[in-house]
């Protein structure tokens, strides 16, 4: 068990963005988050990762209790993430970006030994020859990968990945969707949240289904799709599942 | 490869070291003064970019700590007796000490709140030491003009302070490089880029502020000291000026911030460009009007510095400017 | 970068150039420089200093050296300066900006001296500017002459080539406890009220000593912030039974701090106060000023005499009041103030020490210096020669004026002190 998740709750004033959220994350595994807009899913990761602090409950990760651990620290016992809305560091080269994640994640490198590392990430992600490239000439796509590639060279236990789909045509997507598998190859647990649904069924071992902060689902891929409450919450339409399940 | 061999590295330095020297070789006094000047907003324009240019903090204040520095470096050395170099790391240290208690309160604050913040800093501390009788109170201190016979009278003395100044501005040149290339540096430009990101990837950012925060406040704290003794005297009004601090961060800002070269640059082009307007016979009477629109015109149209501006348009001078 | 720390130095620069560009450019006319005539025989002596032509001084070093370029026209109108052995010395003057900021004081003043050959120095206006130069004036052994520098301090550290035109600040308001006790010899307690900056605490630690050595209780002792606009806090702990009141900074606050007293009926015999009293609008009080003591450098209404001098014994020298006046307005279209006076006495100062040495070599000027003992319209003035405080001035009192009602009872200012030059006698100030 590298993640557990007991019990969590995160209010913002009156809005109650997670209700006692329970759930565990196996080694190796790909656990999919679903859930329609404003369901609390990057809440959940941001609670995870030591962003916000939750008002009650616990998140353990590798056995050690990191409730309320500040990002950094959290970042440093390995569990990378990448963002929903790309946060590239604008005026850093394509390479420099990845050495700040080699440089501060789990194996907190030097610099020479990080831009090795880094060339490494970069050449996983399909990235390597925009080395010296500021970053914010990147499109969209390159950014999602930039990310990502951060992300991997912090050689976290647990990657969290939000929406790394999200605005990518069909050809990259499937060009994605190899290197998160490659990544979970290489050993490295993924939790993702995910809204094209045919990628996130057929990658994730498991599926959690968030609604209104509330976890109302866990299980298979297949399990999920026909789950009645899931389907009047998200799916909304019942061929649809049939639609996704046929991926 | 070393540092050494990266233009980078050397060039500002070697810059400096060879203007210090020319003026120690060629030995006069009118010469002197006026690279003392310069040399001073290098050093203090140096500093402040290590923090503003590298963490993206604008420390509004940032005078404090040549006027806290300056008074406790002035003390040591007129009512202590202590020599001038060791007076002056005092300075430094003290600065540095008041920045890491500060920065732990005032680096949680971001953007206009973190600057203004920093201004009421300098004000508190100039009242503070209006009040504060060890220190003069509102009426300063001065060191008797037997003082500078320790160092073999007043001219001597003045040669001294200046090949005190020397040092510290390649110092501040040498740090300034080195935080910029380090794991250290590389964790407070992320922090510039993107704070909340940069916490994500795991850079420790209270702490590497604050960090930042004391070396930039060391540096003035020990210019404080040379200047005060070479002035002869020191009061509140003169040790906390805020308009010093504005000029500081507009000379980061003309030269390029972020860069070890920019603030060299901006520092040298805003006195020397001030200095000629102020002893030039058409200009003397307008100089503070055309230097204003001066910096209006490279603020509104090269944002990025006049250092910034060559290294974005110039491939080749991108490894030799750092 | 952040986006909002970038447009707020954006907005604080503009600000900061926009402030520059409002500067008051200074009186461009006045400034230019005054080059005398090449007479052949003649041998031009350069005076360097450095003015505050922008900046927060500009008003007071803009009359300074209004005054020092009129004695300058003088001297050069009536041929020069001669010395015994037939030299005629002719005066050219050299300065720089120092934007009312100390920064590059000594860069200038190592400039005028070495580039451009000044051979006497005047100071900058303000005791803080002026302790910046002086280090400098010393070093190179050149004599300066300063106005607008009252601060004891500058004295009292060694130097041995500056000399000082004002009277001093511990003697600012000394006066007034003098005209105290010549009102009320009975009076035994004071409270003193100050700006807490170094010009007005100077004046008044000096004050309260001397105060104390009258055998008067100094009752309260507070300073204020410079910018002060409530003094309430103050006035309320002033004790009920105060013979006098005394204190005051510069004129913004000086005058809030009388208007409030007036406002708040406090009954004492005497208010003296720093700075503000002398300027004409401080009348603008209306009844608020009537009775308030002030110290002045000097007085258009003074009246310092040949005759008040030779009754003295004391050699006179220069122009009479009202013939420096007639000049002064004649010229600049505005009645002098006493940093006019200061700027103009400067230049006397090293006139006759020139004529008395018959020579511009320091040390011989040095020497007239130390011995000078003259009155002119400004006053007496002779300096301290001591090695603990020499250069000050010691012959120079300051004049205090009171406000007073004229018989259609309009405020006006009359000089009640010293003695030799009043135009009316001090009064009680009446219950309120």
């Known amino acids: 068990m590298i993640l557990q998740v007991y019990d969590l709750t995160k209010r913002f004033g009156g809005l109650q963005a997670l209700s006692d959220v329970t759930f565990d994350l196996h080694t190796g595994e790909i656990l999919g988050l679903i859930g329609p807009n404003g369901a609390g899913k990057t809440t959940l990761f941001n609670v995870i990762n030591g962003v916000y602090t939750p008002e009650r409950g616990r998140v353990s990760f590798r056995g050690e209790d990191i409730t309320g651990l500040p990002s950094y620290d959290v970042a440093r016992l390995g569990l990378a993430r990448t963002h929903q809305v790309v946060r590239p560091l604008h005026e850093l080269t394509v390479r420099e970006n990845v050495m700040v994640g080699a440089c501060y994640g789990r194996e907190k490198h030097s610099l020479k030994e990080a831009r090795r590392l880094a060339d490494g990430s970069l050449d996983k992600v399909g990235l390597l020859d925009r080395g010296d490239q500021p970053s914010g000439s990147l499109n969209v796509s390159q950014k999602k990968r930039l990310e990502l590639a951060r992300a991997l060279a912090a050689r976290p236990y647990l990657l969290l990945l939000d929406e790394v789909l999200a605005g990518l045509n069909p050809s990259e997507i499937a060009s994605m969707m190899d290197t998160v598998r490659a990544i979970r190859e290489d050993g490295i647990s993924i939790l993702m949240i995910e809204h094209v649904m045919q990628a996130i069924m057929s990658i994730s071992d498991r599926i959690l289904v968030l609604d209104y902060g509330t976890l109302i689902a866990t299980g298979a891929p297949e399990e999920v799709a026909n789950n009645p409450q899931v389907i009047e919450a998200y799916l909304g339409d019942p061929n649809m599942t049939a639609r996704l399940l046929a991926e | 490869m070393k540092v050494w061999q990266k233009p980078g590295f050397w060039l500002p330095l070697v810059i400096v070291l060879v203007w210090g020297g020319a003026v120690l070789l060629i030995h006069q006094d009118t010469m002197r003064e006026s690279a003392f000047v310069l040399l001073m907003a290098v050093g203090l324009a140096s500093s402040l970019n290590i923090l503003l240019g590298y963490t993206g903090y604008v420390s509004f204040g940032h005078i404090v700590f040549f006027g806290l520095g300056g008074y406790t470096g002035f003390y040591l050395l007129s009512e202590q007796g202590w020599p001038l170099f060791a007076s002056a790391i005092g300075g430094g240290l003290l600065s540095a000490f008041i920045a890491g208690l500060v920065g732990l309160a005032v680096l949680r604050l971001r953007g206009a709140y973190f600057a203004l913040a920093t201004i009421g800093i300098n004000e508190a501390a100039r009242a503070f030491v209006s009040n504060f009788e060890p220190y003069g109170g509102a009426t300063g201190m001065f060191v008797n003009f037997s003082a500078y016979q320790k160092y073999g009278g007043p001219g001597p003395a003045l040669w001294t302070t200046f090949t005190f100044l020397w040092i510290t501005t390649m110092v501040v040149l040498v740090a300034s490089y080195l935080v910029k290339h380090s794991r250290f540096g590389l964790g407070l430009l992320a922090i510039r880029e993107d704070e909340d990101a940069a916490m994500v990837m795991g850079v420790k950012a209270p702490k590497a502020k604050t960090i930042t925060y004391v070396i930039s406040a060391f540096f003035p704290g020990v210019i404080g000291t040379l200047y005060f003794f070479k002035n002869g005297n020191i009061e509140p009004g003169d040790a906390f000026q805020l308009h010093m601090s504005i000029e500081m961060l507009v000379m980061v800002m003309l030269g390029g911030m972020g860069t070890v070269m920019g603030p060299l640059v901006g520092a040298v082009g805003y006195q020397w460009l001030r200095g000629y307007l102020l002893t030039s016979p058409i200009f003397k009477d307008l100089h503070l009007a055309v230097a204003g629109a001066m910096l209006l015109v490279i603020i509104l149209f090269v944002p990025a510095g006049l250092v910034g501006w060559v290294r974005n348009h110039v491939q080749r001078l991108q490894k030799v400017l750092e | 970068m952040k986006r909002f720390g970038v447009g707020f130095v954006f907005v604080i620069a503009l600000s900061f150039i926009v402030a520059s560009l409002s500067a008051p450019p200074g009186a461009t006319a006045a400034a230019k420089t005054v080059k005398p005539a090449a007479a052949a025989a003649a041998k031009t002596v350069t005076i360097g200093f450095t003015a505050s032509k922008t900046g927060k001084f500009n008003v007071e070093a803009t009359r300074q050296i209004n005054g020092l370029h009129l004695w300058m026209e003088q001297v050069n109108g009536a041929g020069g300066i001669k010395l015994a052995d037939g030299t005629v010395i002719k005066v050219a003057d050299k300065f720089y900006d120092d934007e009312s900021k100390k920064e590059r004081v000594q860069e200038l003043y190592t400039k005028l001296i070495n580039t451009d050959k000044a051979d006497f120095l005047i100071s900058p206006y303000s005791s803080g500017l002026t302790d910046a130069s002086a280090v400098i004036a010393q070093q190179y052994n050149r004599i300066m002459i300063t106005a607008g520098a ?94 006098a009141i005394m204190g005051g900074g510069h004129f913004a606050d000086t005058t809030t701090l009388a208007r409030q007293l007036y406002e708040k009926k406090i009954n004492t015999k005497m208010i003296a106060l720093l700075v503000a009293p002398p300027e004409p609008k401080f009348a603008e009080l209306g009844d608020a000023c009537i009775s308030v003591v002030g110290s002045s450098q000097w007085e258009p209404l003074a009246h310092f005499t040949k005759e008040s001098a030779a009754k003295e014994g004391i050699t006179w020298f220069g122009p009479t009041g009202e013939e420096f006046i007639n000049a002064y307005k004649a010229k600049y279209k505005e009645d002098p103030s006493y940093h006019s006076a200061g700027g103009y006495v400067a230049g006397m100062i090293l006139q006759d020490a020139i004529m008395k040495a018959g020579s511009t070599d320091t040390a011989k000027v040095k020497a007239a210096l130390d011995a000078m003992n003259i009155m002119t319209f400004y006053g007496q003035l002779k300096f301290a020669t001591g090695p603990k405080d020499h250069g000050l001035q010691l012959g120079h009192d300051m004049v205090y004026i009171q406000w007073q009602k004229d018989k259609q009872g309009k405020a006006m200012k009359q000089v009640v002190w010293p003695l030799a030059g009043a135009t009316a006698s001090a009064f009680v100030c009446p219950a309120r």
């Open chain 3, 150 to 243: 009252a601060s004891d301090s500058t004295y009292k550290k060694g130097y041995t080539l500056v000399y000082q035109s004002y009277t001093p600040a511990s003697r600012y308001l000394t006066g007034a406890v003098d005209i105290l006790l010549k009102l009320a010899p009975k009076a035994k307690k004071i409270a003193i009220i100050h700006e807490n900056d170094k010009f007005a605490t100077d004046v008044v630690k000096a004050l309260k000593i001397y105060a104390e050595k009258k055998g008067l209780n100094v009752a309260l002792f507070e300073g204020y912030d410079s910018g002060t606009a409530d003094f309430a806090p103050f006035i309320n702990k002033i004790p009920a039974d105060v013979d």
